[in-house]
């Protein structure tokens, strides 16, 4: 199966962005307009990719534990992407909680975030007419066929067992978290052995093949295991 790499979407995407494909459910909504899964937690799930991004990438370290730990920047290495970039300079202004981070950055990212994707040509907006008289936008997919490669490379992993990259990981973790695995059940069945893997990934068990240090993969299942702390508390639909 071709991966994300082999079809040239490499180091340009951000987790947040493929996190936000994945969860975009083109089919679904009034007549397939379109709609992004756990939206009532979404602000946790992008700002967990923005850390697990960081952390992937050793721009950011944890200290202490349990509920003493707190993540902090790591000097003089900031990233280039502007959106990891601001909550990277939020956590160089002193160490804080995950749960702060979360709360913090959370809340302005799915605009820029979804922005991207339709530069992109992953998702289209478009407009319609809804009963003749209201106008209403819808968001479609692109054609691009990126949303079902992370797909497939995510389905490999949670169904099939191979032994993920850490991005993969990382995005199976994150879609673990978020709490919206049951509404991909067509393309990711809903088994017992499924939920097991999960959870694991959730736990930084990524597989003794997985290519990412041991420091970044404990960092990035510390934020994972926040964001699931901060979305079981809230309501789902």
């Known amino acids: 199966m071709a991966t994300r790499h082999d079809m040239g979407y490499g180091a340009e995407a951000s987790l947040a962005e493929d996190l936000l494909l994945l969860l975009f459910q083109p089919d679904a909504g009034f007549r397939g307009s379109g ?9 946790y799930v992008l700002a967990g990719a923005v850390l697990a991004d960081l952390a992937l990438g050793e721009q950011v370290r944890t200290s202490g534990r349990g509920s003493s730990t707190r993540v902090e920047a790591v000097a003089d290495r900031p990233p280039s992407d502007e959106l990891l970039r601001s909550a990277w300079d939020y ?9 702060t981070i979360l709360a913090a ?13 339709v530069d992109r040509g992953d998702i289209r907006r478009t407009r319609r007419r809804t009963l003749g008289l209201f106008t209403t936008t819808a968001l479609e997919d692109g054609g691009t066929g990126r949303r079902s490669v992370l797909l497939g490379d995510v389905r490999d992993v949670l169904v099939d067992g191979v032994v993920p990259r850490p991005r993969v990981a990382a995005l199976g973790a994150l879609l673990s978290a978020s709490g919206t695995l049951p509404q991909f059940d067509r393309d990711i069945p809903w088994t017992s052995p499924m939920i097991n893997r999960a959870k694991e990934l959730e736990q930084g068990d990524w597989g003794a093949g997985a290519a990412a240090e041991a420091v970044a993969r404990t960092v990035t299942a510390t934020i994972i295991n926040s964001v699931v702390v901060a979305t079981s508390v809230i309501p789902r639909p």
Do not use: C, M, S, Y
């Open 35 to 43: 709609v992004i899964a756990g939206e009532n937690t979404l602000f």
């Open 105 to 117: 950055v959370g809340p302005t990212l799915r605009g820029p975030v979804l922005d991207r994707l």
């Open 91 to 99: 956590v160089a202004q002193k160490p804080r909680g995950v749960q």
